[in-house]
């Protein structure tokens, strides 16, 4: 039986869970994109920024020679971005060290963290519709097993039943691979946040030693 044959049985519950599906594809295409458009292996701050300059490290990553862009990916590397920002705003804008800092890290952050909340709101949902489709399909099965007296045939029964759970398999297939790509995502997020604030940390001692160099 094809996963067609199989989806057409499922009933109307199963629309939901497509689009759903369809969603987590979506999403998970845009932000694999949008992460390897914007990935470096810079190392520490102290590697990249060095004399005022940001200069790319000589060693990378397999990763980092297999995706094209080699220069471009390294300027858009979010603490790449930070130190650019902040240098941009701080000198140009007239806004305060500290300010600009914050409002960069901020904006950073949050375009990296972006639509990731819709990855476990799928992994929850898609499930439970798959398993108001079962129930549902099993009230239905009950009720002719009632309306028949008791003597509705168990093949038959059983048919229905087999029919009914596969929008709870539908919707497991749905929730599951959005569950995974939630935590792999977090991780890539969290990692380059954490990149951050020692980027962040180390521009605020470079720049504390200016100001006392400048005194």
């Known amino acids: 039986m094809s996963l067609i044959e199989l989806f ?12 759903l599906l369809v969603l ?18 810079p ?12 200069t790319p490290p000589q060693s990378r990553s397999l990763l980092d020679r297999i995706l094209p862009d080699s220069r471009g990916r390294f300027e858009r590397f979010a603490p790449v971005r930070l130190v650019i920002n902040v240098r941009a705003r701080h000198g140009g804008s007239g806004q305060s060290f500290d ?13 990296m963290s972006r639509r990731l909340s819709l990855f476990p709101l ?12 079962t129930v549902a399909g099993m009230m ?14 168990m093949g038959e029964l059983a048919d229905g039943i ?12 749905t929730g599951i691979p959005a569950y995974l790509f939630h935590g792999l995502f977090l991780s890539v997020v ?26």
């Open 8 to 19: 057409e049985m499922g009933g109307p519950f199963m629309w939901p869970i497509l689009i």
């Open 24 to 41: 987590t594809i979506s999403l998970a295409l845009e932000r694999l994109i949008y992460y390897a458009w914007t990935y470096s292996a």
């Open 43 to 54: 190392g520490e701050p102290d590697d990249f920024v060095r004399r005022g300059d940001l």
């Open 99 to 111: 300010a600009a800092l914050q409002r960069a890290g901020n904006e950073i952050s949050e375009e």
């Open 122 to 133: 799928v992994s929850s949902v898609a499930p439970m519709i798959g398993l108001l489709g």
């Open 140 to 153: 239905e099965s009950f009720q002719a097993i009632a309306a028949s007296g008791g003597q509705a045939n």
């Open 162 to 173: 087999w029919v009914a759970m596969t929008t709870t398999a539908f919707g497991l297939m």
């Open 190 to 215: 969290n990692r380059r946040l954490s990149l951050m604030n020692r980027t962040a940390h180390y521009l605020e001692e470079q720049g504390g030693h200016s100001n006392r160099e400048a005194a």
